[in-house]
């Protein structure tokens, strides 16, 4: 089993439109962050998340931490095109190096 | 703002050569780290470095691969002698101290071993 699992794998939806992703965990973590990656490019970061915090928002990220279910969620409102592209969540674990471990993604895909 | 910087964006190589990838972590940080990306695939991390040695590495971070900081600024990641399956994107990250924000991140360097 792997730490950091997103679903779905993939989302499409129209333009306008919001967008959930899901991420669930499994050891304890100091915090969690999403990052945002365009095809074949570099990793963005968009928010992070401490583990002693609920809810993050941030335009028009919203971000929510349950650490009880080990699980968080990233959803973006009003979605545009240029929101297409895929979304990892990370976590680093309380003990180490703070290494990030990252999910599989989910490829999210904005219909114009 | 700072930024980690990863050169080159691009190498193409022959299986069985030695390449090196090199990054800039920002200048005041302490931690750094190599992560990699197979085409379609998750992040995944192979090392971390502090105070000029190793402090975790992954399975993947094996005898072929090493690490080291030449100068005080560069950071490097040599794979001694490449495989096909290591064509991936390499991301280079550094991290100011523990428990901090996010780490930052290079662009990356694709790697193609032909």
């Known amino acids: 089993s792997q730490q950091g699992e997103e679903d779905p794998q993939a989302l499409s939806i129209q333009e306008g439109e919001n967008a959930t992703m899901n991420c669930s965990y499994k050891?304890?973590?100091?915090?969690l962050q999403w990052y945002r990656q365009n095809s074949g490019r570099g990793l963005v970061h968009l928010i992070l998340i401490r583990s002693n915090e609920r809810e993050k928002h941030s335009g028009r990220l919203r971000v929510t931490l349950d650490t009880s279910k080990k699980s968080s969620s990233l959803l973006i409102t009003a979605s545009r095109a240029a929101d297409t592209a895929s979304y990892f969540c990370?976590?680093?674990?309380?003990?180490?190096?703070?290494?990030?471990?990252f999910g599989q993604g989910t490829r999210l895909t904005i219909n114009p | 703002e700072p930024e980690v910087t990863q050169t080159p964006s691009h190498q193409v190589t022959q299986m069985g050569q030695e390449v090196i990838l090199r990054c800039v972590p920002i200048s005041n940080h302490l931690y750094f780290y190599w992560y990699r990306q197979i085409l379609g695939q998750k992040v995944e991390f192979l090392v971390s470095f502090y105070n000029n040695e190793i402090s975790e590495k992954s399975e993947i971070f094996d005898d072929q691969f090493s690490v080291e900081r030449p100068d005080g600024s560069n950071f490097t990641l040599k794979i001694r002698s490449t495989k096909l399956e290591d064509s991936a994107m390499y991301f280079c990250?550094?991290?100011?101290?523990?428990?901090?924000?996010?780490?930052?991140f290079g662009p990356g360097t694709r790697l193609t071993v032909l």
């Open positions: 990250a550094s991290l100011p101290r523990l428990n901090t924000d996010t780490q930052y």
């Open positions: 990370a976590t680093d674990a309380e003990q180490g190096a703070q290494k990030l471990v």
């Open positions: 050891t304890s973590i100091n915090n």
